[in-house]
């Protein structure tokens, strides 16, 4: 299963990195693959720990797309990778082993420690469609515009119906982001 969750990471300055990112999860065992060159998986193979953040404010995977890192953050409990102050949940993981692969490593960790902050509510169509745009927008370039355009114009019916402030928000930093990315390639 692939959950889809804010990953935090710290490097060797104690400098925080916020990362939307599909967590790969089979039991106690989480998978993290990130794809070279970044930033977490640097921090991953220089601190071993990272925070897996479950957050229903779907602005932060948006906003960490569109260049929006500064999210208020808490200490963990248990390893020195801060939480994000938003989470309705996290996971304070450690790493165990690392099968290398030139493109995407797979990261393996198990979890230290696991805290319930507040309860999630479910998610409405909009912060759906918010995920789903902010994954094509971390794929712009290995997606025709023309699969971007259709994706969205399905995205937005639900958008449209359900939407609140957090979620407009997050849908016109990612607007933004995919008008400039077609923009910069006509």
Known sequence: MIQETIVT???EDGITHIAPMGIHVNGDEFII????????????????????NYCDDVRVFAGCLTGRYDWPLRAAE???TPVL???LAHTEVQVIDIEDN??????????????NH???KGFNRAQHAVLEAAILVSRLSMLTSEKIASELAYLRI???KTAGEREQEAWDWLMTAIDNH???NR
């Open 33 to 52: 693959l990130p794809f070279r060159p970044s930033t977490t998986l640097n921090n991953l193979l220089a601190s071993h720990v990272a925070v897996i």
């Open 118 to 120: 507040a309860p999630f």
């Open 85 to 87: 102050a938003c989470a």
């Open 9 to 11: 990471t710290h490097n």
């Open 78 to 80: 248990k390893i020195s």
């Open 158 to 160: 639900g958008f449209t």
């Open 182 to 184: 077609n923009g910069a």
């Open 102 to 115: 030139p493109v995407r490593p797979k990261v393996f960790c198990s979890a230290v420690h696991s805290v």
